[in-house]
């Protein structure tokens, strides 16, 4: 336990001294000091370690990480960047978890996850803008219409696999960026603004000063955040640990198999599909009404591929490994401003070794426990 | 719609058809010999265009010949790319061999991601489109109204006389027996004595050379080249390989000429019958036909080369 | 249903599984070339023929794997011919795979969970909202998969979960029939189930076999070997294909004797 209690302040602390850090060399240091903690973690076995100490208090990294979110947006609670950063890595996260259900769980690689996070915010933008829609409610048509436009494409992914299944996606997200870039009626390449979050007349963006202490516009959002990626966790981790993941894990490693075991392979890869779109499309209302605007720029394919590289970095299948990657994706060239220019030169190296070298990512999947024990052993 | 602007239009559509061609029969190549997918073909592409236009930079106070020219671009480009495409098949593919096919697909992704940020952040001024050179002449024919310009002549009988020469390397010669065997049953082709590595080497510079033939047609073609060039012909590249059936030559080149179609068919159709749709639309009218065709035919047009056992 | 002895050759069997001029061609060849033959409920079947003489083809049509070029596939009277997979399984046929189809990534109780996937509650709303009820369905299914390793090897129930893939090839054959045999089959076909193991060890799980075979229910069995003592040991009627074609049925010792099955085997003399 002191273990876990030391880990977790640990990183408390490096992520409030990350986020704040202002000058490039104290990022870097940081950078530095993480890999070489990392690297002397290895050799003394840290990640055993504290792998055993999960084991024992599994709880322990739910609660952490909520806690630990709190604290660092009541840390920065008047910084708007810092705040920024954050919500931004908690919604990448979202989106990522969807991708994760499609890819890490059924096996199949969506290459339009962009497309299908700019449909919800377009969405959004519509409703928001045109309809007196509850905001609330908006999160969910925008999420649903996400959803209902995966479906056009259901067909041909259900028909195709591997290769050919991919060039479904790729193909549907160069069609829906051009498609937003030649339609005026929505907004063509300036895109459309969103007005801004609001529930029961209390407008979002608008910050709040509870007696001199300042807090920023985005907090309500992160808060939001939060909440749906508590949501979108637990339902990703319920799902692992029952019989539809076991069936979508079927459905991934051998088809064949499992169809004779009477698993409807067609079932799972449209509900995984749908699910996972549904996400993502929530995801991006909610990115789209925080930062007030939405251009087909935001969504082409090379951001699909980040997305997808996240959920790589973090380990295919294991939704803990998101969270970290989407961190390193989203904050360290914000941070590292020499190499904002070289965002995706970098990320495309550190992808490649990645696959080339630790192919399991940066938190690998484990096996499925359906109700972790306390037990050192494993189920009883 | 006059004739000649018809006219034109089919000539448009025929040097596309040609170029995308020659992209997804790279491809396919790729895809019989390892069943890998290498999505930085596009980007070899534009690499081997650049190349050519270095070159072109390098030579053009030299030499003042402009065949001399663009014989010395077409050799510096296709051996800068052939030489990319044996490291990149050396240091990325091969090692890969075991891991899933994602991996793979998800390691050219990127590759070609990182190839297109290193021309747009290193070469001079790169994020900018640069004026490729006039190397072919541009006087013509008249046909009426329409001029058929010698620079589209060139280029289209050097396409296709680049696929014939293909097709017969592969069908006729040694090498070609030696990737045919390869890509038909590796295991088999190797226990026959054939070098596995030295045929997947080859394999990919043969591509890599093809892709830069490509890029330097579509730089003459119009007088223009820019880092991201490469993206939307390797898309298109692929969806014409697969469309066609993948590891299937002929089905190649059916695809590369019916997605030119396609394309051509949107900007000319598109605005007939629905007049408030702009031609900018016609690559969203090519892709939606991709996708109906690969719903209805998941293997390509023509199908496959194998199936899997049970 | 009859009590039927499986010994028992002299009383009136009941056909749980037809096949009529059954026939699945793929391209220019001729797999399963009108194939006649039928399974008595109850029996253990023998199914023999050299390489290519359309074993696996059959199999793979019964479990709707393929489709066949003509001719019907009934199972207890119902027609099967143009079932799906999933289908098949749901009316009590399963399988083994001549080469192992296991979930490597995933641990041995799963992999023999999903061979119950017709008695688990997939729902939605189960699985992701009513996690109580789900834990007591999980600890039923726990004990099941466990009694059941535990017939074939207690030491291999203690790996109950541990990925299969740290498992050497014998245990994986287990669990592949594990998997067949925890939805209580009417119908099991085994595919070369002695591929890659020694002959003790082959003996021990035709053994398992047959002692599970004995608690639970007296299910048929089609059985493809070319191991010749399990044949004679275990079936007690044969059926020799070739060429997609029966050329024999009967007996271990009619079918050894018969002199097409020889020529098929062992070429002309």
Redesign the interface.
């Given at each position: 336990m002191k273990l876990l209690i030391s880990t977790f302040v640990a990183c408390l602390v490096y992520s409030i001294l990350l986020l704040g850090s202002e000058n490039q060399l104290e990022v870097g240091a940081l950078v530095v000091l993480a890999f070489v903690v990392s690297l002397v973690g290895k050799k003394m076995g840290l990640m055993e370690k504290l792998a055993v100490a999960v084991r024992e208090h599994p709880q322990f990294p739910a609660y952490a990480s909520v806690f630990g979110v709190l604290v660092i947006m009541l840390f920065f609670h008047n910084s708007h960047f810092a705040l920024l950063m954050l919500a931004t890595v908690l919604i990448y996260s979202i989106v990522c978890l969807g991708l994760n259900i499609q890819f890490g769980y059924v096996g199949i690689v969506n290459f339009a996850g962009a497309a299908f996070f700019g449909i919800g915010s377009y969405t959004a933008a519509i409703l928001a803008t045109h309809t007196a829609v509850p905001h609330l409610l908006v999160l969910f048509i925008a999420a649903g219409i996400s959803a209902l436009i995966g479906s056009i494409l259901i067909y041909p992914v259900l028909r195709t696999r591997g290769h050919y299944a991919a060039l479904v996606t790729i193909a549907f997200g160069i069609l829906f960026r051009n498609f937003l870039e030649v339609n005026d009626t929505l907004g063509g390449p300036q895109g459309l603004k969103i007005p801004p979050f609001t529930i029961f007349g209390w407008n979002l963006s608008e910050g709040l000063d509870i007696g001199g202490f300042e807090i920023s516009f985005y907090i309500p959002y992160l808060l939001i955040a939060l909440f749906l990626l508590i949501a979108s966790f637990r339902i990703t981790r319920n799902l692992e640990r029952s019989w539809i993941g076991l069936s979508m894990d079927m459905v991934r490693t051998d088809e064949i198999a499992a169809s004779t075991f009477g698993v409807n392979i067609a079932h799972w890869k449209v509900v995984a599909f749908t699910l996972g779109n549904f996400i993502a499309g929530m995801a991006g209302a909610l990115y789209g009404m925080m930062t007030a605007y939405v251009a087909p720029n935001n969504f082409t394919f090379a951001d699909s591929l980040i997305l997808v590289s996240i959920v790589i970095l973090g380990g295919i299948g294991n939704p803990w490994g998101i969270i970290p990657a989407a961190a390193i994706v989203v904050i360290l060239p914000e941070k590292l401003q020499f190499i904002q220019e070289y965002r995706f030169l970098l990320y495309a190296i550190v992808v490649i070794l990645i696959l080339l070298f630790r192919p399991d990512g940066l938190l690998p999947r484990r096996i499925r426990e359906y109700f972790p024990s306390n037990k050192v052993g494993g189920q009883r | 719609m006059s004739f000649e602007i018809l006219l034109q239009y089919l000539l448009n559509g025929l040097m596309l058809g040609v170029i995308y061609a020659i992209v997804a029969v790279g491809f396919t190549l790729y895809f019989g010999v390892l069943d890998v997918i290498k999505f930085s073909h596009g980007d070899i592409l534009m690499v081997g265009a650049f190349a050519g236009l270095t070159a072109y930079i390098g030579i053009s106070e030299t030499f003042t010949s402009p065949w001399l020219q663009l014989l010395v671009l077409i050799v510096v480009s296709l051996a800068v790319a052939s030489f990319l495409g044996a490291v990149i098949a050396r240091y990325l593919i091969l090692p890969l061999q075991k891991a899933p096919p994602i991996n793979t697909l998800l390691v050219t992704l990127m590759l070609g991601l990182a190839l297109r940020e290193m021309v747009r952040l290193f070469y001079p001024n790169g994020s900018n489109p640069k004026p490729f050179p006039k190397l072919l002449p541009v006087d013509g024919i008249d046909l009426g109204e329409f001029t058929l310009r010698s620079d589209s002549l060139i280029l289209l009988i050097t396409g296709v006389l680049t696929i014939v020469a293909v097709q017969r390397l592969i069908t006729k010669s040694k090498i070609g027996l030696a990737i045919r065997a390869v890509a038909q049953d590796s295991e088999t082709a190797r226990i026959m004595g054939i070098n596995f590595h030295r045929v997947v080497l080859i394999t990919f510079m043969l591509g890599s050379a093809l892709a830069a033939l490509a890029g330097l047609m579509n730089g003459l073609y119009y007088n223009e080249v820019n880092f991201s060039m490469g993206l939307l012909l390797g898309v298109i590249g692929f969806s014409a390989a697969v469309v066609g059936g993948l590891g299937n030559f002929y089905g190649a080149i059916v695809g590369g000429f019916l997605f030119a179609g396609l394309q051509t068919i949107g900007a000319v159709l598109l605005p007939a019958i629905l007049p408030n749709v702009p031609s900018a639309y016609k690559d969203v009218f090519a892709f939606a036909v991709i996708i109906i065709i690969m719903g209805l035919k998941p293997t390509g047009l023509i199908s496959e080369k194998s199936s899997e056992r049970v | 249903m009859s009590a039927v002895s499986t010994m028992s050759k002299a009383s009136p069997q009941k056909q749980i599984l037809l096949a009529e001029k059954l026939t699945m061609r793929f391209g220019g060849v001729t797999a399963l070339d009108s194939l006649d033959l039928h399974v008595n409920e109850g029996e253990v079947l023998g199914l023999l023929g050299p390489n290519g003489s359309g074993k696996?083809t059959f199999f793979?049509v019964i479990?709707?794997?393929?489709r066949a070029s003509a001719g019907k596939v009934a199972f207890r009277g119902e027609d099967l011919t143009d079932a799906?997979?999933?289908q098949?399984?749901?009316n009590a046929i399963?399988?083994t795979?001549q080469r192992s189809?296991?979930?490597?990534?995933?641990?041995v109780f799963?992999n023999i969970?999903?061979?119950d996937?017709?008695r688990?509650?997939?729902g939605?709303i189960f699985?992701?909202?009513q996690?109580e009820k789900?834990?007591k369905e999980?600890e039923v299914l726990?004990e099941q998969v466990r009694q059941l390793l535990l017939t074939f090897n207690p030491k291999l129930a203690d790996k109950?979960?541990?990925?299969v893939a740290s498992l050497p090839m014998i245990d994986r054959r287990r669990i592949e029939i594990c998997?067949a045999l925890i939805?209580q089959p009417d119908l099991l076909l085994l595919d070369e189930p002695s591929a890659g193991m020694t002959h003790d060890e082959t003996a021990e799980v035709m053994d398992d076999i047959l002692q599970v075979r004995s608690k639970i229910k007296p299910f048929t069995i089609i059985l493809i070997e070319h191991e010749m003592g399990l044949i004679q040991r275990m079936t007690e009627r044969c059926i020799v294909l070739n060429y997609g074609k029966k050329i024999a049925e009967g007996t271990y010792d009619e079918i050894v004797n018969n002199r097409e099955v020889q020529v098929a085997y062992l070429g002309q003399e």
């Open positions: - | - | 696996t793979n479990t709707g794997l393929y799906t997979a999933q098949v399984y749901l399963t399988r795979f189809r296991l979930s490597l990534p995933l641990t799963d969970a999903i061979g996937n017709r688990l509650n997939t939605l699985n992701l909202f996690r789900f834990r999980y726990v109950i979960f541990e990925p998997r939805s």
